[in-house]
């Protein structure tokens, strides 16, 4: 497997604009989790599903930011519109049992 | 979920043993405690997991103690690309852990 997927890699935007990331967790892992990193706050859970129901989203930090999973294969973050603080790595990690396995991220700077 | 302290950051050299000692007073009885490694611009990744006297593994070694409150991670002879961020963490095992992470302890390897 190639582990879970995230796209892009890397995303430059402007205040305003919408944002939609991109995740493809491993095959047959029933939970994804939504994560964003910063200096200032660390590594912070925003949402997780399991069996693509949104769980738990008491980490999404506002309104702009809304997550879906349309299938067991394929989630979405999307932030509109999108602001400077919004600047962070996002990671998508999906699991089958206890342990996670993180992506690669996605580097979001919001000028 | 039970707090964990653990130290900001640790220096060592190459081919010595590293021990990174975590305290979580709060544990509940179905708490396991589980340690992630995060290098830089990369997602963390699993370590090791362990609930109760000693865990090893290929890459480390746990140490619980009788009363669980803290537990020690053990990186024998380490490398200069053992650099990165260790995360101790603790929760319930079960599937969908809900992980929280804290600042983790930065370790630094050197010639």
């Known amino acids: 497997d190639a582990g879970v997927i995230q796209s892009p890699r890397h995303e430059v935007t402007e205040m305003g604009q919408e944002v939609t990331l991109r995740c493809k967790p491993i095959?047959?892992?029933?939970?994804l989790f939504w994560y964003r990193q910063t200096m200032m706050r660390g590594l912070e859970l925003l949402i997780y599903?399991?069996?693509?129901?949104?769980?738990?989203d008491s980490g999404m930090p506002e309104d702009r930011f809304s997550a879906k999973m349309p299938n067991a294969s394929f989630s979405t973050l999307k932030i509109q519109p999108s602001e400077p603080r919004d600047s962070a790595v996002y990671f998508c990690?999906?699991?089958?049992?206890?342990?996670?396995?993180f992506g690669p991220g996605t580097r979001l700077t919001v000028l | 979920l039970a707090k964990t302290t653990q130290p900001i950051s640790m220096d060592s050299y190459e081919g010595q043993e590293v021990n990174i000692t975590c305290s979580h007073n709060?544990?509940?009885?179905?708490?396991?405690i589980t340690w992630y490694q995060q290098f830089p611009s990369q997602g963390p990744r699993f370590i090791i997991q362990?609930?109760?006297t000693k865990v090893t593994n290929e890459v480390a070694s746990l140490f619980i103690p009788a009363d669980r409150k803290s537990s020690t991670l053990s990186l024998p002879r380490v490398s200069l690309s053992d650099t990165a961020v260790y995360y101790c963490?603790?929760?319930?095992?079960?599937?969908?852990?809900?992980?929280?992470f804290g600042t983790g302890t930065q370790l630094k390897v050197e010639l």
């Open positions: 990690a999906s699991s089958g049992g206890w342990e996670q396995f």
């Open positions: 362990g609930y109760k």
């Open positions: 599903f399991n069996n693509n129901v949104p769980i738990d």
């Open positions: 095959s047959g892992h029933d939970y």
């Open positions: 709060n544990i509940a009885t179905n708490d396991y």
């Open positions: 963490l603790v929760g319930d095992a079960g599937g969908g852990n809900k992980l929280t």
